[in-house]
T-cell receptor
């Protein structure tokens, strides 16, 4: 069974603070993704990765950085968090074909 | 930009009825994936339909794809309360390497 684990599941951060969202997958998939989900916008891609050491910008990368130190781990970093980054963040892994994604259960971030 | 979108924001049906969720997209694609997201969970894939396929089935689920009109539908027969969820379509484009999601259709199945 595919397994993608996110941490923390819930986080309250202060404006201007640094936030790191972590994701671990045990699927041995090359590709990993970070999406955010907001009412009225569905899921929007922030960053993705083809493998260890690689990160690519998605559709809404501004204000976010990503890090892929290993096949299993992919982090999303908010260096200076803003209230507009309050959202639910989902990590996913997928095969190189990209046709099917396996999602984690989400990380709810509130920036105050 | 939103390259895929479902055509209804919300639907409500009674248990046992059939329901169809529609999706339209704006670019050439290689595949379209339907996902279901239950409350508090991440999306889970339901059916993958490739651009050279017109119909795909998975149990009570049936997906269609019309590349000429750039649209897809997901039909659920004999709905159950546990089908209550948000349904997304996501397109995988020729030139892209990641999926783009629609805004989702919220389906409520009531007893």
């Amino acid at each position: 069974e595919a397994a993608v684990t996110q941490s923390p599941r819930n986080k309250v951060a202060v404006t201007g603070g640094k936030v790191t969202l972590s994701c671990n997958q045990t699927n041995n998939h090359n590709n990993m993704y970070w999406y955010r989900q907001d009412t009225g916008h569905g899921l929007r891609l922030i960053h993705y990765s083809y493998g260890a050491g690689s990160t690519e910008k998605g559709d809404i990368p501004d204000g976010y950085k990503a890090s892929r130190p290993s096949q299993e781990n992919f982090s999303l970093i908010l260096e200076l968090a803003t209230p507009s980054q309050t959202s639910v963040y989902f990590c996913a892994s997928g095969t190189e074909s990209g046709n099917t994604l396996y999602f984690g259960e989400g990380s709810r971030l509130i920036v105050v | 930009s939103q390259l895929a979108e479902e055509n209804s924001w919300a639907l409500s049906v009674h248990e046992g009825e059939s329901v169809t969720v529609n999706c339209s997209y704006k670019t050439s694609i290689t595949a379209l994936q339907w996902y279901r997201q239950k409350s508090g969970k991440g999306p889970a894939q339901l059916i993958l339909i490739r651009s050279n396929e017109r119909e795909k089935r998975n149990g009570r689920l049936r997906a269609t794809l019309d590349t000429s009109s750039q649209s897809s539908s997901l039909s659920i027969t004999a709905t159950r309360c546990e089908d209550t969820a948000v349904y997304f379509c996501a397109t995988y484009a020729n030139s892209g390497t990641y999926q783009r999601f629609g805004t989702g259709t919220k389906l409520q199945v009531v007893p």
